[in-house]
DNA sequence: CAAAATAACTAAGTTACTTCA
DNA sequence: TGTGAAGTAACTTAGTTATTT
């Protein structure tokens, strides 16, 4: 819709009721044939505008005689400086994100990093466990053996001790592969091992990297992440900021 | 009092023009 | 000197709100 009096003052400057828009935008830029306004009219524009993003219209009047304007003018310049304001807005909030976007990348990436070397780490140490284990089950053997062999000419040394009673040694060493075999493999050794007494606490960060692992280790583009970290992140938001995560 | 008409405003997008590298 | 990009005043359109009829 058309507003009133402004408009029609700025329109009809022109004498020619028949003059193509085209024709009337041109001869009409400003009413005092001026394309741009003065430096001081600007400054006073701004001024205002720092005040406030919106004219009264009593205010838009009153500037408007101040600066030789049409009201209309300044409500004109009023609603292209908002335009001009809220772009430069939103640019610096792309910024911003665009910045905040790259640093938690980055931070990824490192974490995903970590996550390898502790990983193959992990492999490693159980690999030393595996191998300590079964040199001692052969020592243990070994011995048996010769205990088995020389039985008649000693006393046993000590008759809790079950490697000192060949009959039962079998039994025992079913015990000790039940109560040993694969312990490290067990995941629930391993919590208990590095989170002891905070088993619960291991299960969910267990829940939480898990689901990540795939994303991390396939060859995917790991910005796949976010439907993980989706429910990561809305998880764990009730309790304390994500963000801290990083602090 | 409800509903239609009108005026005044807004955001978003466009046009015509100037300026400058 | 010509040209394209950027900036800007003025405009159009469609929607909202307040006031009047």
């Excluded at 741009?36 to 408007?64: D, G, H």
């Excluded at 996550?115 to 089950?137: F, P």
Aim: glycine share 4%; aromatic share 8%; hydrophobic share 30%.
């Amino acid at each position: 819709m058309i507003e009133g009096g402004e408009y029609s003052q700025a329109m009809m400057s022109s004498s020619d009721p028949f003059m193509s828009m085209k024709k009337m935008k041109k001869n009409n830029h400003n009413n005092n044939n001026q394309r741009r306004f003065s430096e001081e009219q600007i400054k006073s524009l701004e001024m205002m505008f720092e005040s406030e993003t919106r004219l009264e219209p009593r205010k838009k009047v009153q500037l408007a005689r101040e600066l030789g304007l049409q009201p209309r003018q300044v409500a004109i310049w009023f609603q292209n400086k908002r335009a001009r304001w809220k772009s430069k807005q939103l640019e610096t909030e792309y910024n911003i994100l665009r910045q905040n976007y790259n640093n938690l990348a980055s931070q990824f990436e490192s974490l995903k990093k970590e996550k390898l070397a502790l990983v193959s780490e992990l492999q490693r140490l159980n690999e030393d466990m595996k191998k300590s284990e079964e040199e001692e089950q052969r020592e243990c053997c070994g011995d048996q053996a010769v205990v088995a062999l020389s039985s008649t000419d000693h006393e046993s040394e000590n008759e809790e001790n079950p490697r000192s009673e060949p009959e039962d040694i079998k039994p025992e060493i079913e015990m000790y592969e039940k109560d040993h075999q694969g312990a490290l493999c067990d995941e629930n050794n391993i919590k208990r091992e590095y989170f002891g007494g905070f088993e619960e606490e291991a299960d969910q960060l267990m829940n939480i990297v898990e689901p990540a692992d795939s994303c991390l280790t396939s060859s995917d583009d790991w910005r796949g992440f976010k439907s993980d970290t989706t429910n990561l992140l809305d998880q764990s938001s009730s309790n304390y900021p994500w963000w801290d995560f990083w602090s």
